[in-house]
């Protein structure tokens, strides 16, 4: 993965949450809130699983493991 790749990817996770949030809300307005939270989730986990993997891939490329790979250079 290169850095604008890990850019892109941590674009679409924030989108994905974002998302989520405005899911919810809008279903919270015709539908009940538990229909509303099974709405959301979806996004939500999957915005948040990709933002945790992020993490991961960043804390392993700051320490030297797995080095993200920079396309300017």
Same mark, same amino acid.
């Given at each position: 993965?290169?850095?604008?790749?890990?850019?892109?990817?941590?674009?679409?996770? $924030? @989108? /994905?949450? #974002?998302?989520? &949030? !405005?899911?919810?809300? %809008?279903?919270?307005?015709?539908?009940?809130?538990?229909?509303?939270?099974?709405?959301?989730?979806?996004?939500?986990?999957?915005? $948040? @699983? /990709?933002? #945790?993997?992020? &993490? !991961?891939?960043?804390? %392993?490329?700051?320490?030297?493991?797995?080095?993200?790979?920079?396309?300017?250079?």
């Amino acid at each position: 993965m290169d850095r604008s790749g890990f850019v892109r990817l941590s674009l679409i996770a $924030f @989108g /994905l949450v #974002v998302v989520s &949030f !405005v899911v919810r809300g %809008l279903s919270r307005i015709v539908f009940e809130v538990e229909l509303a939270n099974l709405l959301q989730a979806p996004f939500a986990v999957v915005g $948040f @699983g /990709l933002l #945790v993997y992020l &993490f !991961v891939r960043a804390t %392993l490329d700051a320490v030297g493991i797995w080095e993200v790979k920079n396309t300017e250079t």
